[in-house]
C-alpha cells in the first residue's frame, strides 16, 4: 500500500466519494480515508432507506448560507440533470416522489454503490476504519498521522460532513482542521430537526401522535407549506424539519392549520347558513377527524355555532389560521439531518472549494457553510461541491 498520494480525501461520505472519482478520472493518485467501518453511511439511511439523491428544481434559493452566493457556481457547473445522468448511466430506477424530488426506486444502497464504482473505475483508492490524528503542513503539501502510519499528499480535501448523527460517525474533525489552518468557522447547530415542546402543549398534543395534516408554517419571514406530523415527543414532518432551519431559540412559530382558507370568512358564512352546525362538525371537514377533535377539545370550542359572537369567531379564525406555538427546542444533532454553519465560504474560492491561502486545502460538502433544504438539495450540493473540487485539486 502506497503512503504517497496526490489527494487525500478525508471523509467517505456523498462529497468525498465524487470529488474523489472525479479527481482520479484526471488521473490523479487519489486516497479517501475514513475513522468509520463503513463508508457513506448517512447516504445509505437516507430518504427513508431510498435516497432522495437531488432535486430537479433546485437552485440557490434552496439554500442557507451566511454567504449566500457562495454556492451559485459549483452548482451551475454541476447540476442535479448531470446526477441524474450518472444515475441512469448505472441503471438505478428512480422516481419522482414530491415535485422535482428524485428517489431510488430501490434502495439507497445503489447510490453509494454507483459511488464506489465510480471510485474503483477511476482508481481511487478507499481505506475505512482509518483514523486521522494529526495533519501538518510539509513543503510538498500535507502529512496525516494515521491509525494506519503515515500518509502524504499534495492536496488535502477535507468531507468530514457536520455534526449531525453521532452514531453515524459525525465528528467536529473538520472544524478542527479548518481552525488549525486559520479559518473562521461559524457557530453550528442542528437542521432539518423536529420540535420539542413543553410540557404543556406536549401533554394536550399526546393523543394526536401520529397524525399528519397540511399546514403553512412561518418563522423569520420564511414559510413552508407542507405536512406537519405530531409526534410522541412534539412537533415534526417536513414542514417543522423545514422551517427548523429558520427558528432560533425563543422564537416563535405561526401555523397556518387551514392553508387557503380563510377560518373568519368560512365560520360566519356557515353560522349564517347553519347556526345549528358546530366548530367540530367544520373542523372534521378540513382537519384529520382525530386531530379535530382533539383540537376543538383543546379550545373548549363546542355547542352551535349560532352561540358565537364575530369576536369569538375571530378568535377562533386566528387561532385556526394563525396558531402560534413557542416549542422547548429541537432534538438537536441526535436526529438531525444537517447542521447548519461551518467554515466560512467567504474564504473559499467557490469554483473550486480551495482556501484563498492555500490552493492544496479543500473543503467541501456539509462541513462548509452552505445547507439546504430538506428534498434532495443537500445531496446535490454535496455533488456539486464535490465534483468543482475534484476538478482543481
Ligand atoms: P457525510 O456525513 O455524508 O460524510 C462525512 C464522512 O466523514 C463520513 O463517512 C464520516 O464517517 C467521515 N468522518 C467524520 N469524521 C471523521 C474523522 N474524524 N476522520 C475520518 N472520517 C471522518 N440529504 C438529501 O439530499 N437527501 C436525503 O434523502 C437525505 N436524507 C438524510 C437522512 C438522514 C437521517 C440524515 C442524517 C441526513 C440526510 N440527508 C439527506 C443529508 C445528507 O446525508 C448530507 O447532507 C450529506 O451526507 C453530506 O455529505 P458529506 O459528504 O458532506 O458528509
Not at 416522489?97 to 428524485?102: D, E, N, T, V, Y
Not at 467536529?172 to 404543556?200: D, I, K, M, N, S
Not at 457553510?369 to 446535490?380: P, S, Y
Request: proline share 5%; hydrophobic share 40%; net charge negative.
Amino acid at each position: 500500500m502506497s503512503s504517497s498520494y496526490d489527494i487525500i480525501i478525508i471523509g467517505a461520505g456523498a462529497a468525498g466519494l465524487m470529488c474523489a472519482a472525479t479527481a482520479g478520472y484526471r488521473g490523479r493518485r487519489v486516497l479517501v480515508v475514513d475513522h468509520s467501518n463503513k463508508a457513506g453511511k448517512k447516504i445509505l439511511m437516507s430518504g427513508g432507506g431510498r435516497c432522495n439523491f437531488t432535486n430537479l428544481n433546485s437552485t440557490p434559493a434552496n439554500f442557507l448560507s451566511d454567504n449566500p452566493h457562495f454556492c451559485i457556481s459549483a452548482l451551475k457547473r454541476y447540476t442535479p440533470q448531470d446526477f441524474l445522468e450518472l444515475v441512469e448511466r448505472h441503471g438505478i430506477e428512480h422516481e419522482e416522489k414530491a415535485a422535482g424530488q428524485l428517489f431510488c426506486r430501490d434502495s439507497s444502497r445503489e447510490i453509494l454503490d454507483l459511488l464506489l464504482t465510480e471510485c474503483e473505475w477511476s482508481g481511487a483508492e478507499v481505506r475505512l476504519e482509518t483514523v486521522t490524528t494529526e495533519v501538518t503542513e510539509t513543503p510538498a503539501g500535507y502529512a496525516l498521522q494515521t491509525s494506519a502510519g503515515k500518509l502524504s499528499c499534495e492536496s488535502l480535501v477535507v468531507a468530514c460532513g457536520g455534526l449531525s448523527i453521532p452514531t453515524m460517525g459525525a465528528t467536529g474533525f473538520g472544524y478542527e482542521l479548518a481552525r488549525q489552518f486559520g479559518l473562521e468557522v461559524l457557530p453550528t447547530r442542528a437542521g432539518l430537526v423536529p420540535f420539542t415542546l413543553h410540557p404543556e402543549l406536549k401533554t394536550r398534543l399526546a393523543p394526536l401522535s401520529g397524525v399528519s395534516c397540511p399546514v403553512d408554517v412561518q418563522c423569520n419571514g420564511e414559510h413552508f407549506r407542507e405536512p406537519m406530523l405530531v409526534t410522541h415527543r412534539g412537533l415534526s414532518g417536513p414542514a417543522m424539519l423545514q422551517i427548523s432551519s429558520y427558528w432560533r431559540p425563543g422564537d416563535t412559530l405561526a401555523i397556518n392549520l387551514l392553508p387557503g382558507r380563510n377560518a373568519q370568512q368560512d365560520l360566519t358564512a356557515l353560522r349564517h347558513e347553519k347556526p345549528q352546525s358546530t366548530l367540530g362538525h367544520y373542523l372534521n371537514q378540513q382537519l384529520p377527524k382525530r386531530f379535530a377533535q382533539a383540537f376543538a377539545d383543546m379550545h373548549n370550542w363546542h355547542g352551535p355555532l349560532q352561540g358565537y359572537r364575530n369576536a369569538v369567531i375571530e378568535q377562533i379564525a386566528e387561532t385556526l389560521n394563525h396558531w402560534t406555538i413557542k416549542p422547548a427546542g429541537t432534538e438537536g444533532y441526535r436526529t438531525a439531518e444537517v447542521t447548519l454553519g461551518g467554515v466560512d465560504t467567504r474564504q473559499l474560492s467557490s469554483k473550486t472549494m480551495a482556501t484563498l491561502e492555500r490552493s492544496n486545502l479543500f473543503f467541501i460538502g456539509e462541513v462548509v457553510d452552505v445547507t439546504g433544504h430538506l428534498g434532495g438539495h443537500n445531496f446535490q450540493w454535496a455533488w456539486a461541491s464535490g465534483v468543482a473540487a475534484g476538478a482543481a485539486a
